[in-house]
C-alpha cells in the first residue's frame, strides 16, 4: 500500500480532457451516480466485464496519467476515491470539501482540483502530500471545472449563479466573472486554449468565452429533430483532439450533437439514451461513449457514420465516463 501511496503522489494525472491518451483503448469506466458503482466496460466487444461498488453518489471520473489508478469524486462522503484500474481496489480517498461533483488534475500532475458544490468553492489537493493546498470561494453551486491548456488559468461555473469564475492559477486569486445564461453546469477548453466552451442547462445553449477579454463571444443553440426546445439541457462537451469537431450532450433531449468547431455549425444529431450527462472519445476520436442518466446505459457512437453502434448497460444512473489507454 506504501509503495502505491508513494507512485500516486508522484504520478502525473490524465486530465478528463477533450482526448484520450493515444491508441486504441481497451476499457471504460463509468460512474453510477444512484447506483455507487463504477461499470467497467470492454470497448472492443462492447460488454461490461466488472461492477465496482464505490462511495456514495459518484460523479466526476478521471483516469491518472499511467494508467493505473481510476479516480472518482463520491458527493456524499466529501472525498475523492483513487482506486486500483485493475481490480478496483481503494488505494486512498483524498480530502476534498463537501460535496465533490468535479474535479481536474492539474496538467503538470501535482495538483488536483475539485469543485465542491455545498462549499461554494474550489479546492486544491497536493498529490504527494494528499492535503489541500489552498481554497477559494467561487459562485453557489461550482460544477463544471477546467484548466487553461497554458496552465495559467482555473475556470469554474456557478450554477446557482449563472456566472463561471476565472481564478488565477500563480495567485490563487479570482481575477474575472463573466455571467452566462442559466445553470452552466460543464466547461471545456478548445486543445489550442483559445476558446473555452460553457454547456448551460436551462439555458439550452453553448456559450463561446474568449479567455482574454473574460467575455461571451458566441453561443450555439440545438434543435434536435422532433424535440421540444425546453427539453435541450446542453452538459457534457468534448473536443477531438485536431479541435475541429466539438460532441455535446444534451440532456433531457435525449441526442448527442456534433458540432463543427470553426462555423459553430452542427453537423449532426444522433439519438442516445435517457438524459446523457457526459461523455468521452476514444484515443483515436473514432468513437464516442455516453453515459445516459436515466436509462441506466451507455451508448458508443461511431463519430464518422454519426450511428450508435452498441448501447451497453450500466448501473443506476450512469453520469461520467473515463477511457483507460
Avoid at 482574454?212 to 477531438?240: D, L, Y
Amino acid at each position: 500500500m506504501a509503495g502505491a501511496l508513494a507512485l500516486l503522489g508522484n504520478a502525473a494525472l490524465l486530465c478528463p480532457a477533450p482526448a484520450a491518451a493515444q491508441g486504441a483503448p481497451s476499457l471504460a469506466y463509468v460512474s453510477n451516480e444512484r447506483g455507487n458503482s463504477v461499470t467497467v466496460i470492454d470497448i472492443a466487444t462492447a460488454k461490461p466485464v466488472a461492477t465496482w461498488p464505490v462511495g456514495h453518489r459518484p460523479r466526476g471520473i478521471a483516469m491518472t496519467r499511467d494508467g493505473r489508478f481510476v479516480m472518482v469524486a463520491a458527493g456524499m462522503d466529501s472525498a475523492v476515491e483513487v482506486r486500483e484500474r485493475a481490480t478496483g481496489a481503494l488505494v486512498t480517498t483524498l480530502p476534498s470539501g463537501q460535496d465533490p461533483e468535479q474535479f481536474y488534475p492539474s496538467r503538470d500532475g501535482h495538483v488536483l482540483f475539485v469543485a465542491n458544490e455545498d462549499d461554494a468553492a474550489v479546492t486544491a489537493i497536493d498529490l504527494a502530500s494528499h492535503q489541500v493546498a489552498w481554497q477559494v470561494t467561487v459562485g453557489k453551486e461550482p460544477e463544471g471545472i477546467a484548466e487553461s491548456p497554458d496552465g495559467r488559468t482555473l475556470v469554474v461555473t456557478s450554477e446557482d449563479a449563472n456566472t463561471v469564475t476565472w481564478i488565477d492559477l500563480a495567485s490563487h486569486q479570482v481575477e474575472a466573472t463573466t455571467s452566462t445564461e442559466a445553470r452552466p453546469r460543464h466547461v471545456e477548453f478548445t486543445p489550442d486554449g483559445h476558446e473555452l466552451w460553457v454547456a448551460t442547462e436551462m439555458g439550452g445553449v453553448v456559450q463561446s468565452l474568449d479567455p482574454a477579454s473574460h467575455k461571451v463571444t458566441t453561443q450555439i443553440a440545438f434543435a434536435p429533430p422532433g424535440v421540444s426546445p425546453i427539453k435541450v439541457m446542453p452538459c457534457g462537451i468534448r473536443f477531438t483532439r485536431d479541435g475541429r469537431t466539438a460532441v455535446v450532450a444534451l440532456g433531457r433531449a435525449n441526442h448527442i450533437a456534433i458540432v463543427d468547431v470553426a462555423s459553430r455549425k452542427v453537423r449532426g444529431y444522433v439519438r442516445v439514451g435517457g438524459r446523457p450527462w457526459h461523455l468521452a472519445l476514444t484515443g483515436d476520436d473514432a468513437m464516442v461513449l455516453v453515459a445516459n442518466g436515466m436509462t441506466d446505459d451507455v451508448s458508443v457512437v461511431d463519430l464518422a457514420t454519426q450511428t450508435v453502434k452498441a448501447t451497453i448497460r450500466a448501473g443506476a444512473g450512469p453520469w461520467g465516463v473515463a477511457i483507460a489507454p
